[in-house]
């Protein structure tokens, strides 16, 4: 059985349903955007915009990984340890930006690929597999810094997160590449393929000849390794390194990816979507503060978007 046999009857029809994905959640950031500059004028001011688009790179990073585990019928709740914990030991084992990077990227991928061994090779699921692990790093990272990270943060750190290159942010410049990689390994490459179709039926891809085991594997080593990348740009971003660097990002990043949308029983999703989607779920986080309303009422929102993300899942299963 073919690849282009089992591809060609159906890729008009998804790709029609993620067109038309794509402008619901653009007409849906257009409305919210709109009423909300009506309320405070402020909204749209160019320091605002900034601090919105800078605030969804690290989320952008960590929801396109989220998206390739979730096609490969998988998911991801380790994205926020693995954040921390590349940050603190990084940042604490050296002060060359370089180096900083380059045991992050190592680091992102070691503990990707163990969380696609655990689901690939031993049979452990997703959702287990990928706690524990968050649990694990948390308690490697206290036992590292003893609850107090140290190290220095380079000056390159804050540029690389909040500077600009012509005008352009850099992070924003960075996800850019990213995304465009990630969007042209999904949809031109062999290995796209594979992945979406083992996402859509394991046994066909199988079939077909593809390692399906490494398939998963590379996945979430994916994940791990943007994970990582996405850690040392928050910290760029907020200055400092935290042991909880990124807390929340398993929940915001999940959500994102379904509402972009990523099929939870897997097979399907797209960048242009889920990066869509983190700039309306950004945009909503930071429409709480510039309205002035209290902190909790975020935490309601965050809660509602999942519950709309999971209502979002079940209206498509149903088709």
Do not use: C
Not at 217 to 223: G, Y
Not at 255 to 264: E, F, K, P, R, S
Not at 285 to 291: C, E, K, R
Request: hydrophobic share 55%.
């Amino acid at each position: 059985m073919s690849m282009t046999a089992l591809f060609g009857k159906d890729s008009g029809t998804v790709r029609a349903q993620q067109n038309r994905e794509l402008l619901l959640l653009t007409g849906f950031l257009v409305v919210i955007w709109a009423v909300t500059t009506v309320l405070s004028p402020r909204f749209l001011s160019p320091a605002n915009l900034s601090d919105i688009l800078l605030q969804a790179a690290p989320l952008g990073f960590v929801v396109i990984g989220q998206m390739i585990v979730i096609i490969v019928r998988g998911l991801d709740l380790s994205v926020a340890s693995i954040m921390a914990t590349v940050a603190v030991l990084s940042i604490g084992l050296n002060d060359n930006t370089v180096v900083i990077f380059a045991v992050g990227i190592l680091l992102g991928a070691l503990i990707g690929g163990i969380n696609g061994y655990l689901v690939a090779y031993r049979g452990v699921t997703p959702f287990l597999a990928t706690l524990a692990t968050m649990i694990v790093l948390q308690g490697v990272r206290f036992a590292y810094t003893g609850g107090a990270p140290g190290g220095t943060l380079p000056e390159t750190f804050r540029w690389l997160a909040t500077g600009d290159l012509f005008g352009i942010p850099v992070a924003l410049m960075l996800l850019a590449i990213v995304a465009f990689a990630a969007h042209w390994l999904l949809e031109y490459t062999v290995y796209g393929r594979r992945l979406k179709l083992y996402g859509d039926n394991p046994e066909a891809a199988y079939m077909t000849g593809a390692p399906t085991r490494l398939l998963v594997v590379s996945a979430f080593m994916i994940s791990g390794v943007l994970a990582g990348l996405a850690g040392l740009v928050l910290v760029g971003y907020v200055g400092i390194v935290d042991n909880w660097t990124g807390r929340g990002y398993e929940l915001d990043s999940i959500a994102a990816a379904v509402i972009g949308g990523a099929a939870l029983s897997g097979g399907k999703g797209s960048v242009p979507g889920v990066l869509l989607a983190t700039l309306v779920l950004v945009s909503l986080f930071n429409i709480v503060v510039i309205l002035g309303l209290s902190i909790e009422l975020q935490l309601v929102i965050k809660g509602s978007l999942i519950l709309l993300a999971a209502a979002v899942y079940m209206r498509r299963s149903r088709r």
